[in-house]
């Protein structure tokens, strides 16, 4: 990948999800790369602490030590949830463990034949990560713009920029949502 970021200010997140959930699709599409998407196997770090997890992390129990300590550092957890799946193979609070984390819900590939974006919402909503939700196709690049915005916003703290739940509705924050 390049290693020159497009967006300095796109910074502090890691994306978390089931395997072929498009954490690594929606990265490379966050970050602009013209990269090949293929299966992350193990994880991969980006520029300004931009972080890929393999789907293992969250499916197999075995790892989840591996997902806490990746995520120890990280501000901003992306959890995906694809519009086509109503699972959730995380035990509850598990995003929660480290006070002051702001677990952000995104519903992938909302473009499937299958999609069902509000069941997607409401798994997220029914494992405690609050709304507002980004729905989002990296097929499409739907929701992705608004999404990358998002994650700036973040980034400037003080201003009216979207770093707090106040501003980031004037972000117009969820106008994609469930």
Do not use: W
Not at 63 to 74: E, F, K, V, W
């Amino acid at each position: 990948m390049n290693r020159t970021s497009l967006y300095p200010d796109l910074a502090n997140f890691v994306l978390v999800g089931d395997v072929g959930s498009g954490k690594t699709a929606l990265t490379m599409a966050l970050l602009e790369s013209s990269d090949q998407v293929m299966k992350t196997q193990a994880v991969v770090f980006h520029p300004s602490h931009v972080v890929d997890t393999p789907g293992e992390f969250t499916s197999r129990p075995a790892y989840y030590g591996a997902l806490l300590s990746t995520i120890s550092d990280i501000s901003t957890i992306l959890y995906l949830q694809p519009a086509n799946s109503a699972s959730f193979s995380l035990p509850p609070g598990l995003l929660q463990v480290y006070p002051g984390k702001r677990v952000v819900g995104v519903v992938s590939k909302i473009d499937l034949p299958d999609a069902n974006a509000e069941t997607a919402c409401r798994v997220m909503q029914d494992h405690n990560i609050p709304p507002p939700y980004f729905l989002t196709s990296t097929a499409t690049g739907e929701g992705v713009a608004a999404l990358r915005s998002f994650l700036i916003s973040l980034q400037t703290p003080d201003t009216k920029t979207g770093a707090n739940e106040e501003c980031a509705e004037s972000l117009g924050v969820g106008d994609n949502e469930c």
